[in-house]
């Protein structure tokens, strides 16, 4: 599967604001996931959007994708604190074999200031 | 929902020892696991994938004899760090999936490896 480029790197904003997250990608996707990783643990998976959506929602999160564009977005509304960790998103073309590694970029680190 | 536990959480080791670092799913059958390192604040690069019973398939530039992993059930794969040497200190995170994805990427919590 094909690295995701998450942007910004970092961010940094007041509890209850909302959070906005970007990720570019290459070459066209079959879905796209993104993952939350709070610090020292491994990754959570939030969300899965599939190619022919444009939008879904999650509770709090709300993720858009724009296939044309090659990027995708996740927003974290009303933030809390324990929103504060690493974020990364994962595209995923289904190569016909075997299940591949997801690969990741860098991620946005997002904290929460209370 | 599908669990993956990973053991030791964290374990300190001498220069030249190995280190072996167990990846269970416990509620589903990981037909694939894969093993990634993850250095501070860097993002998290796919070591190794492994399918149960057949050799792992390591990506470009792992040392596969540096690494060695073993995929003996549906349950548990093990990565072994073999010689381990300061700079193989890392953060280890172990996925299991149960089918061929894209749905279902399960992540155990992650050894924190720190040879000295």
């Known amino acids: 599967s094909q690295q995701g480029e998450e942007d910004p790197q970092a961010l940094s904003i007041q509890e209850g604001e909302n959070a906005t997250m970007n990720c570019s990608y290459k070459?066209?996707?079959?879905?796209l996931q993104w993952y939350r990783q709070n610090s020292g643990r491994g990754l959570v998976h939030l969300i899965l959007?599939?190619?022919?959506?444009r939008e879904k929602h999650s509770g709090r999160l709300r993720v858009t994708l724009d296939t044309s564009k090659k990027s995708s977005s996740l927003l974290i509304t009303a933030s809390r604190a324990a929103d504060t960790a690493s974020y990364f998103c994962?595209?995923?073309?289904?190569?016909?074999?075997?299940?591949?590694?997801?690969?990741f970029g860098k991620g946005t680190h997002l904290i929460i200031q209370p | 929902g599908a669990v993956v536990s990973q053991h030791p959480s964290r374990v300190i080791c001498k220069s030249g020892t190995s280190v072996k670092i167990e990846c269970r799913s416990l509620d589903f059958q990981a037909t694939t696991m894969f093993w990634y390192r993850q250095f501070p604040k860097q993002s998290l690069m796919l070591m190794a994938t492994?399918?149960?019973?057949?050799?792992?398939?390591?990506e470009q530039g792992v040392e596969k004899d540096k690494f060695l992993i073993n995929h003996a059930s549906l349950t548990l794969s093990t990565l072994t760090v073999t010689s381990a040497h300061p700079e193989d200190s890392s953060f280890y995170i172990c996925?299991?999936?149960?089918?061929?994805?894209?749905?279902?990427?399960?992540f155990g919590s992650g050894t924190r490896l720190t040879v000295v």
């Open positions: 996925s299991a999936i149960e089918g061929t994805g894209p749905y279902g990427y399960t």
């Open positions: 959007i599939r190619s022919n959506e």
């Open positions: 070459t066209s996707i079959n879905n």
């Open positions: 492994s399918n149960e019973g057949s050799k792992a398939t390591y």
């Open positions: 994962a595209p995923y073309t289904i190569s016909g074999g075997g299940a591949d590694g997801l690969t």
